[in-house]
T-cell receptor, first 115, second 115 residues
Framework: DSGVTQTPKHLITATGQRVTLRCSPRSGDLSVYWYQQSLDQGLQFLIQYYNGEERAKGNILERFSAQQFPDLHSELNLSSLELGDSALYFC??????????????FGAGTRLSVL | AQKITQTQPGMFVQEKEAVTLDCTYDTSDQSYGLFWYKQPSSGEMIFLIYQGSYDEQNATEGRYSLNFQKARKSANLVISASQLGDSAMYFCAIGPGAAGNKLTFGGGTRVLVKP
């Protein structure tokens, strides 16, 4: 158990809908990362937050947004869902935002299926 | 930009034998970290081993060792005494990058351990 909690584990929804994925980082970790794993794109970084503020952005679509709350949990909001958004979404956390030695511990992921 | 290449999409290994998973990387950063993660069929991402770019000794964690050859930009994972539970996808990753703290992943290698 990595200590990173993601809910829900599975999500099935329809095109055009909006969903929210939730992540609780490991105790003491201030930085949260979101990744998307799809068959065609592999594992891709979406966005990072550190202590409530956006720190880095990857190939995140404009339809997607995220935030980190004062209690350090994070939510990833996906709207106007398309079939291609079906993927495994991971949250990871680390203690500090920037260091080559900072290990990122991953949650179990949320599997999103858009029908 | 950072890049990871894993050239072996899949491989079989006999139980109790050792297996080497190849990973080459490209980065213009002087300081970086190399990571290996395991993803079993259940989907979670499990951290295995880390090597810093300035570490002179190869990292080891139990049955996992990382063969780091900086001049060749390679960071191969060696799993000794393979077990059936080692059957999984294995991902090599590099981070953080100059543009942020994301991990950049390779395409992965699927390992199947035969009894």
């Amino acid at each position: 158990d990595s200590g990173v909690t993601q809910t829900p584990k599975h999500l099935i929804t329809a095109t055009g809908q909006r969903v929210t994925l939730r992540c609780s980082p490991r105790s003491g970790d201030l930085s949260v990362y979101w990744y998307q794993q799809s068959l065609d794109q592999g594992l891709q970084f979406l966005i990072q937050y550190y202590n409530g503020e956006e720190r880095a952005k990857g190939n995140i679509l404009e339809r997607f947004s995220a935030q980190q709350f004062p209690d350090l949990h994070s939510e990833l909001n996906l709207s106007s869902l398309e079939l291609g958004d079906s993927a495994l979404y991971f949250c990871a956390s680390s203690v500090a935002p920037s260091s080559p030695t900072q290990l990122q511990y991953f949650g179990a992921g949320t599997r999103l299926s858009v029908l | 930009a950072q890049k990871i290449t894993q050239t072996q999409p899949g491989m079989f290994v006999q139980e109790k034998e050792a297996v080497t998973l190849d990973c080459t990387y490209d980065t213009s950063d002087q300081s970086y970290g190399l990571f290996w993660y395991k993803q079993p069929s259940s989907g979670e991402m499990i951290f295995l081993i880390y090597q810093g770019s300035y570490d002179e000794q190869n990292a080891t964690e139990g049955r996992y060792s990382l063969n780091f050859q900086k001049a060749r930009k390679s960071a191969n994972l060696v799993i000794s005494a393979s077990q059936l539970g080692d059957s999984a996808m294995y991902f090599c990753a590099i981070g953080p990058g100059a543009a942020g703290n994301k991990l950049t992943f390779g395409g992965g290698t699927r390992v199947l351990v035969k009894p």
